[in-house]
């Protein structure tokens, strides 16, 4: 009983802090409105925090229960293709609000080089997600 009630506590405190630190992250950074400026999509910003809400507690969800989905490969192309769309958006959204990459190339002496630099971590990107889905996923 008691290991389950010191089980239970842990588990809610690092929920809460894991949401928390997320909530920082997109409220004190102010990605979703950045993203929704840059996109001009001002009448949709309910519908973007709705959406991160909704995605955050299905991951949630999707991560304590096993559940294996019979779909066709369009439908699943489809899914991966918004999953991609949203971890690009959001991870485009936080590299030009912190400009990340431009800061980075001028550190190290790249400046001229942005564009290849921006090519290498998209093919990165891309050949390590096909190696993930066709080779780890069977």
């Known amino acids: 009983m008691w290991i389950a009630t010191v089980e239970l506590l842990i588990g809610l405190s690092a929920g809460l802090a894991t949401g928390a630190g997320f909530v920082a992250f997109l409220t004190v950074l102010g990605i979703i409105p950045r ?25 949630t969800i999707l991560s304590f229960h096993y559940f ?34 431009p800061i980075l190339t001028r550190r190290i002496g790249l400046d001229s080089s942005l564009i290849w630099f921006f090519m290498a971590i998209v093919l990165g990107k891309i050949t390590g997600s096909l190696f993930q889905w066709l080779l780890l996923s069977y």
């Open 68 to 101: 294996h989905f019979h779909a066709p490969t369009l439908l699943i192309t489809l899914w991966g293709l918004l999953h991609g769309i949203f971890v690009g958006m959001l991870a485009a959204a936080l590299t030009e609000v912190l400009n990340v990459f």
């Open 35 to 59: 993203l929704v400026q840059l996109s001009k999509t001002q009448n949709f910003l309910i519908s973007y925090e709705a959406g991160v809400t909704a995605g955050a507690f299905a991951g």
